[in-house]
């Protein structure tokens, strides 16, 4: 028999936990996205496609019983496997075992999502998919602190899609956006749902996302924050979304504190302004957060209101609007001293 075996023993009905089928007896649980991949050619084609190269030290998240892992082992210096699955660390470690791949396999058992991740130079995966987002922005979180050339992943068809989908699309969304902000993503494979063992009940898709080194030089949680917004109606216009009374209220309340943050840190680092505020003073913070005042200031709504016709986005909606579009929104907000952390 080949290295790449495949699951092939009937264990018994599925009941929504369980899968239909066991690899040397092991139970292969739908709660964990356990969808083991039994198409040698395709798994070929992953690690071809990946570019993985003789120097790499490429990780593998949720490597399952190995058949990708060995493929892997194969092909780059070194493997560092995440799995989850006490069992499947198992049968992972007796495939390698006394052959001359096992000292070129590390084996982390734990969660992905929540452990720090070591050094890697491409990651390949047949991804679980209930952690197909935390882990697509944990790997290039990670980024910012190690550097990496690829992510070579397999996705549900339909996040896959909404990845990489463009301005206009109707798969684009806020997935689309943050995700193309901070790397370049590219569909490379298509797979049926019959290329695993137990069949998923939705067909997948492998893409190559790739991070933008240096990262752009925006704050992320700033971006997102707006991001959010833009995209809570994301069909109607920017106009519209931001008339909206409970948001210009929250972003007011957001804009308040941000103020007296900034007022609070300035009066430490200068004692001069510890003075009591009073008279034109006073006028002065209710104009600075939205407030109005005698004599006409204008209100928060007008200040968001002319913020958008300014920069001609007014009429504009999210759905169609590029990442310059964002970017350039985004410095008008904080231009005029509009935050969204």
């Known amino acids: 028999m080949s290295n790449l075996r495949v699951a092939n023993k009937v264990i018994g009905k599925d009941k929504g936990k369980k899968a239909v089928s066991g690899f040397q007896g092991i139970e292969f649980l739908k709660s964990r996205g356990q969808h083991i991949l039994k198409n040698p050619l395709l798994v070929d084609n992953i690690v071809q496609k990946a570019g993985v190269k003789k120097t790499d030290i490429v990780l593998e998240i949720g490597p399952g019983t190995g058949n990708l892992t060995i493929k892997l082992l194969e092909a780059a210096k070194k493997v560092i496997a995440i799995e989850v699955d006490p069992r499947m660390v198992i049968e992972l470690q007796r495939r390698v075992q006394g052959t001359p791949l096992a000292d070129n396999l590390q084996i982390l058992q734990g969660d992905c999502i929540k452990m720090d991740l070591p050094y890697f130079d491409i990651c390949v995966a047949n991804t679980p998919y209930q952690v197909s987002s935390p882990l697509t922005f944990k790997l290039l979180s ?55 063992r137990p069949p998923p009940k939705v067909d997948s898709s492998v893409v190559r996302i790739e991070p933008r080194n240096p990262p752009p030089p925006v704050d992320f949680r700033e971006w997102d924050g707006l991001v959010r917004l833009c995209f809570g109606r994301r069909n109607k216009t920017l106009g519209a979304i931001f008339r909206q009374k409970q948001l210009l209220s929250m972003m007011e309340e957001n804009h308040k504190t941000v103020k007296a943050l900034e007022k609070g840190m300035a009066a430490g680092m200068d004692a001069s302004m510890d003075t009591s505020m009073g008279g034109e003073e006073g006028e002065d913070e209710a104009r600075d957060v ?34 310059d579009d964002f970017l350039q929104l985004l410095a008008l907000f904080n231009s005029k001293g509009i935050h969204f952390t």
């Open 142 to 196: 990670h980024n910012n602190i190690q550097p990496f050339r690829a992510a070579v992943l397999m996705f549900q068809r339909e996040f896959a899609m909404r990845l990489v989908a463009p301005p206009g699309d109707n798969l684009y969304c806020r997935l689309s956006v943050n995700a193309q902000l901070l790397s370049r993503v590219n569909h490379i494979i298509k797979v049926g749902r019959n290329n695993f």
């Open 290 to 323: 939205g407030m109005v005042c005698e004599g006409g200031v204008e209100t928060f709504k007008q200040k968001i209101e002319e913020i958008l016709v300014e920069g001609g986005y007014d009429q504009r909606r999210s759905s169609k609007m590029t990442q």
